[in-house]
C-alpha cells in the first residue's frame, strides 16, 4: 500500500517504520518542521515535506499522527484528494475525520513510543476502527500486517482505553521522577529500585493487580503513612498526592477473587 505519513513525532516514527519493514511503500513524511520531516523520510525512503499543499495524490491512505487539536484542521486538507484518511489518537473520535471524508478510520497504537528505544511493533495492540465495514476490513489488514495483536474497538470504547493508559503509563512514570528526586535529594540512586519497579511490573503480566498490591496503605498501616507525610512537609503537592492515592488504596477492594 502507499502510505503518506502525517507527523513526525514518536507515533509516526514508529509507525512508519513498521509499515516500511512490512513492505508497504511510505510515499511522504509531512512535518512543519522539514528537518524533522527529513530525518523520518531518510529512513523510511520518502519525500520529505513541510507544506500540505505538495501533498502528493499518489498514494492510496493518508495516517494522521500529530497532536489531538490539529487532527480536524489537517483533515480538512487532506480530504480533498478524496483517499482514506485514519489518525493514531486514544482520545480523538472518529468524527474528527467524518465532519470532512465519508473515507475515514482510526489505526491507534497502544503503546508508548519514544525514539531512542525501539519496540517490537508485532506486540503492539492496534485498536482500529472504520466509517464502515469496508473500510474496517481495509484498515484491518493494514493492521495485521504490522502487529499480530489486532482489535475492533469504537471510539467510545478508545476513549476509555486511553484514559486506562493514562493511568497504567502516564502517572506511574510521572511517580517514577518523584520517586527519583526523592532519592536524588538525599544522595541516593535511582538504581536502587529499578529492581521494585521491573518485579512490580511483571507481576501484574501473570495476577490482577488487586492480587499483588502491597505497601502501608493497604495494610491501613497508619503510622508509617503518618512517618511518610512528615517527611514531605516541605512538599505539600507531594503530600496531597500521597493522601489520595494512599486513600484511594484503602477504599478499593483489594481483596483477591473468591474461588469456586
Given at each position: 500500500?502507499?502510505i503518506?505519513?502525517?507527523?513526525?513525532?514518536?507515533?509516526?516514527?514508529?509507525?512508519a517504520?513498521?509499515?516500511?519493514?512490512?513492505?508497504?511503500?511510505?510515499v511522504?513524511?509531512?512535518?512543519?518542521?522539514?528537518?524533522n520531516a527529513?530525518l523520518?523520510?531518510?529512513h523510511?525512503?520518502a519525500?520529505?515535506?513541510?507544506d500540505?499543499?505538495?501533498?502528493?495524490p499518489?498514494t492510496d491512505l493518508?495516517i494522521?499522527?500529530?497532536?489531538?487539536d490539529?487532527?480536524?484542521?489537517?483533515a480538512?486538507?487532506l480530504a480533498v484528494?478524496d483517499?482514506?484518511?485514519?489518525h493514531?489518537?486514544?482520545?480523538?473520535d472518529m468524527?474528527?475525520l467524518?465532519?470532512?471524508t465519508?473515507?475515514?478510520g482510526v489505526?491507534?497504537?497502544?503503546q508508548?513510543f519514544s525514539?531512542?528505544k525501539?519496540v517490537?511493533?508485532?506486540q503492539?495492540?492496534?485498536?482500529?476502527?472504520?466509517?464502515?465495514?469496508a473500510i474496517?476490513?481495509?484498515?484491518?489488514?493494514?493492521?495485521q500486517s504490522?502487529s499480530?495483536n489486532?482489535?475492533?474497538?469504537?471510539?467510545?470504547q478508545?476513549?476509555i482505553?486511553h484514559?486506562?493508559?493514562?493511568?497504567?503509563?502516564n502517572?506511574p512514570?510521572?511517580l517514577?521522577?518523584?520517586a527519583?528526586?526523592?532519592?536524588?535529594?538525599?544522595?541516593?540512586?535511582?538504581?536502587l529500585?529499578?529492581?521494585?519497579?521491573?518485579?512490580?511490573?511483571?507481576k501484574?503480566?501473570?495476577?490482577l493487580?488487586?492480587?499483588?498490591?502491597?505497601g502501608?496503605?493497604?495494610?491501613?498501616?497508619?503510622?508509617?503513612?503518618?512517618n511518610?507525610l512528615?517527611?514531605?512537609?516541605?512538599q505539600?503537592?507531594?503530600q496531597?498526592i500521597y493522601?489520595?492515592?494512599?486513600q484511594g488504596?484503602i477504599k478499593?477492594?483489594f481483596?483477591?477473587p473468591?474461588?469456586?
Open positions: 500500500m502507499r503518506s505519513i502525517i507527523g513526525s513525532g514518536n507515533v509516526a516514527t514508529h509507525m517504520a513498521a509499515l516500511k519493514n512490512a513492505g508497504h511503500n511510505i511522504q513524511v509531512y512535518s512543519r518542521d522539514m528537518q527529513a523520518l523520510a531518510y523510511v525512503k519525500d520529505a515535506i513541510n500540505l499543499q505538495n501533498i502528493s499518489e493518508f494522521i499522527a500529530v497532536k489531538d490539529a487532527i480536524g484542521r489537517v480538512e486538507q484528494y483517499k482514506l484518511i485514519v493514531t489518537s486514544g482520545a480523538t468524527y474528527a467524518l465532519a470532512f465519508d473515507r475515514a489505526l491507534y497504537p497502544l508508548t525514539k531512542v525501539e517490537n511493533f508485532r503492539v495492540p492496534l485498536c482500529i476502527e472504520g466509517a464502515d465495514e474496517t476490513k481495509q484498515i484491518e489488514e493494514l493492521a504490522i499480530n489486532v482489535y475492533r474497538v469504537d471510539s467510545a478508545r476513549k482505553l484514559l486506562a493508559a493514562v493511568f497504567a503509563c502517572f512514570n510521572y517514577y521522577e518523584v527519583r528526586q526523592l532519592l536524588n535529594n538525599n544522595q541516593l540512586d535511582f538504581n529500585l529499578r529492581p521494585l519497579i521491573l518485579e512490580t511490573a511483571e501484574v503480566q501473570e495476577r493487580p488487586a492480587q499483588v498490591q502491597t502501608p496503605a493497604v495494610r491501613n498501616d497508619v503510622g508509617t503513612m503518618n511518610h512528615q517527611l514531605l512537609t516541605e505539600p503537592h507531594l496531597e493522601r489520595l492515592l494512599s488504596i478499593m477492594d481483596s483477591p473468591a474461588h469456586k
